[in-house]
């Protein structure tokens, strides 16, 4: 599980040995592909993935706004994330982004709404 500290983006394993430092990155919200080979997450007002060693960071969404809490979907080739608080989808390599629901400020952060999303 990744872990924040001091501003960056660690993995370790379960019994803490073997601490790997990912990113320098103020990072939230990582959520691991569900193949276990990269890893999204916001940075600064982007969506970024990359491997889950580390390499090859890429920005999915540089355009302007505020994107955020990337949750991939169960077959790892959607994500799903907040734009302004409305959520988007787009494909796995960022390509595709369109506007999946709007306005759910106040159930933005249930899993239940994400899935439903990513299902379409």
Not at 7 to 12: E, F, I, K, Q, R
Not at 72 to 89: C, K, N, Q, T
């Amino acid at each position: 599980m990744g872990q924040r500290i001091n501003g960056g983006l660690y993995v370790v394993n379960v019994d803490g040995s073997g601490k790997q430092h990912l990113t320098s990155a103020r990072y939230s919200t990582p959520a691991w592909s569900p193949d276990g080979g990269k890893i999204a997450f916001g940075a600064g007002r982007d969506v970024w993935v990359m491997n889950a060693d580390g390499s090859e960071p890429l920005n999915l969404t540089p355009e302007p706004g505020t994107d955020s809490n990337p949750a991939w979907s169960p077959d790892g080739r959607r994500i799903a994330f907040l734009r302004d608080l409305d959520v988007y989808v787009m494909n796995a390599d960022g390509s595709g982004q369109r506007a999946a629901a709007a306005g759910l400020r106040h159930d933005v952060f249930r899993h239940d709404v994400f899935r439903s999303c990513l299902v379409t």
